[in-house]
Nanobody
Framework: QVQLVESGGGLVQPGGSLKLSCAAS????????MGWYRQAPGKQRERVAF???????NYADSVKGRFTIARDNAKKTMYLQMNSLEPEDTAVYYC???????WGQGTQVTVSS
């Protein structure tokens, strides 16, 4: 099983950028399809992007063209580069295996002027 810790969130103005990291420990990180998820206040958690073990990616329509997911299997780390941030992107961001696993604490992203 893989354990995950998110970091990199913060407060940013609309139009700004942030890069989130997801550090994994345990075995077999490279074999997992990994995803970034977010949960805004009062809303259900949604997946914003996922990346396969070979690097193929998929994005939710709401972030397509603005967010980029990447992974470094040697470092057991996944990233989410977020550009052109909008207030609607405000949420707690989580990483997890797409197959499902324990949720971590997440990292708060707030987009506000």
């Amino acid at each position: 099983q893989v354990q995950l810790v998110e970091s990199g969130g913060g407060l940013v103005q609309p139009g700004g950028s942030l890069k989130l990291s997801c550090a994994a420990s345990g075995s077999s990180f490279s074999f997992y399809v990994m995803g970034w998820y977010r949960q805004a206040p009062g809303k259900q958690r949604e997946r914003v992007a996922f990346i396969t073990s070979s690097g193929s990616t998929n994005y939710a329509d709401s972030v397509k063209g603005r967010f980029t997911i990447a992974r470094d299997n040697a470092k057991k780390t996944m990233y989410l580069q977020m550009n052109s941030l909008e207030p609607e992107d405000t949420a707690v961001y989580y990483c997890n295996t797409v197959s499902g696993g324990s949720w971590g604490q997440g990292t708060q992203v707030t987009v506000s002027s």
